[in-house]
C-alpha cells in the first residue's frame, strides 16, 4: 500500500497545481459543489485543469439535504444525488480524474435507529456507485485472496459530525 497525499483546497491556479505536482503530491481535496460550479478563466473545468497537470481529487460531498432535514431517507436521497454527480463528473475522458470519494454525514439529532435506516439506504446506494464508476478508487484496489480486485469496498468511504454513531452503550452484567 502507497501513502498518498492530497492538498486541501479548490480553485488552486496553475502555478499551484504544477507545484504540487512536482513535489509528488497525487492530487487535491475539494467539494464537489466546487466542482459543479467551477469553470476557470481558460475555460476548463476544474478537474481538467488538474488532469493536465497529472494530478487527481479526493471528492467531498455532503448528504445534508437543502432544507436541512435530519430525516435519515432525506440524507440517502441527497447522497445519491451526489454521487450521480460525481458519476457524470468521471464519465469519458475524465475517468481517472477522481480518485476517491468521501461522503460528509452531518446530522447532529439521529440516534442509533436513525443511523442504522441511512446505512441502509447509503451502502447500497455506495456499492452502486462503485459498480457504476470502478475507476474512482481503482488506484487503491488491492488483489484479494482470490485473485479478484473488488470495487465494492474503495470507492467511497463516509465521514461523521457530531452524531451518536460513535458511541458506545454500557452493558451491565
Known amino acids: 500500500m502507497n501513502l498518498s497525499l492530497f492538498a486541501r483546497g479548490s480553485g488552486l491556479d496553475e502555478r499551484t497545481l504544477a507545484r504540487l505536482a ?4 497525487r492530487g487535491v481535496d475539494v467539494g464537489l459543489v466546487d466542482l459543479l460550479d467551477d469553470k476557470s478563466s481558460s475555460g476548463r473545468t476544474h478537474l481538467e485543469r488538474l488532469r493536465a497537470h497529472g494530478l487527481q481529487a479526493v471528492v467531498r460531498l455532503s448528504t445534508r439535504p437543502p432544507s436541512g432535514s435530519s430525516v435519515p431517507t432525506e440524507h440517502v436521497e441527497q447522497l445519491e444525488r451526489g454521487l450521480a454527480a460525481v458519476t457524470a463528473l468521471s ?83
Open 22 to 25: 512536482a513535489r509528488g503530491w
Open 91 to 173: 464519465a469519458g475522458a475524465l475517468s481517472d480524474s477522481i480518485a476517491h470519494v468521501v461522503v460528509h454525514v452531518r446530522c447532529q439529532r439521529w440516534r442509533p435507529d436513525d443511523a442504522a435506516a441511512y446505512l441502509a439506504g447509503a451502502l447500497p446506494a455506495a456499492a452502486t456507485f462503485n459498480e457504476r464508476t470502478p475507476s474512482v478508487g481503482a488506484s487503491a484496489r488491492e488483489t484479494d485472496v482470490f485473485g479478484g480486485r473488488p470495487a465494492h469496498l474503495i470507492g467511497v468511504s463516509t465521514a461523521t459530525e457530531r452524531t451518536f454513531w460513535g458511541a458506545g452503550t454500557s452493558v451491565s452484567t
